[in-house]
């Protein structure tokens, strides 16, 4: 078992920045690829970003890219999604999730333990 705790969301105005933290325990931390995760009200929840074990390997969903940094720090079980030039669009739950598979994966029915969720807010 992995318990995941977001934190760090918020709200903010268009063109301002949001650091969001996911701190991880239970079971050993670089053993899982990492993602987050979004869902707007009355939208599906869609990939935002997602990193490997070793954090040598990182997707982006086009609509973040150049924006978004993921990252991850396995001496502190923890991973991060820094937000730039945040954008109304934006606002949404965000959630990360653990997938034990190697490499990346953008498919969140593949990510095996998942947060409660951070809100972040982008008004313009």
């Known amino acids: 078992q992995v318990q995941l705790v977001e934190s760090g969301g918020g709200w903010v105005q268009a063109g301002g920045s949001l650091r969001l933290s996911c701190a991880a325990s239970?079971?050993?931390?670089?053993?899982?690829?990492m993602g987050w995760f979004r869902q707007a009200p009355g939208k599906e929840r869609e990939f935002v970003a997602a990193?490997?074990?070793?954090?040598?390997?990182?997707r982006y969903a086009d609509s973040v890219k150049g924006r978004f940094t993921i990252s991850r720090d396995n001496a502190k079980n923890a991973t991060y999604l820094q937000m730039n030039s945040l954008k109304p669009e934006d606002t949404a739950v965000y959630y990360c999730a653990a997938d034990d598979r190697l490499g990346v994966t953008t498919f969140a029915p593949l990510y095996d333990y998942w947060g409660q969720g951070t809100q972040v807010t982008v008004s313009s």
């Open positions: 990193i490997d074990r070793s954090g040598g390997s990182t």
């Open positions: 239970g079971r050993t931390f670089s053993r899982y690829a």
